[in-house]
């Protein structure tokens, strides 16, 4: 990872929709421009957290999947 996030989340063991549901509430909190790291271990989020972040203009700067751990780090948008 090059960014140190702002922030973590941590959804492992969790399924869907609830890390989703969770990443909504926690990047409300944000500033815009401030990172965050999602951690997960549901496959579904590999598809849903970078559709979350296309329909609500956050960026996606990394996205990374390792022995069933699924990474994502997130910029706040406008």
């Known amino acids: 990872?090059?960014?140190?996030p702002d922030?973590?989340?941590d959804a492992t063991g969790l399924f869907c929709p609830e890390p989703v549901m969770l990443l909504h509430n926690?990047?409300?909190d944000l500033a815009e421009g401030?990172?965050?790291q999602v951690l997960?271990?549901?496959p579904s989020t590999s598809r849903d957290i970078p559709k979350f972040c296309?329909?609500?203009g956050h960026e996606l700067l990394?996205?990374?999947e390792l022995d069933g751990n699924y990474r994502?780090?997130?910029r706040k948008g406008a």
């Open 7 to 9: 922030h973590i989340l």
């Open 72 to 74: 994502y780090l997130l």
């Open 26 to 28: 926690r990047i409300r």
């Open 1 to 4: 990872m090059s960014i140190k």
């Open 34 to 36: 401030e990172t965050l």
């Open 62 to 64: 990394e996205q990374e």
């Open 54 to 56: 296309s329909f609500l």
């Open 40 to 42: 997960a271990t549901d």
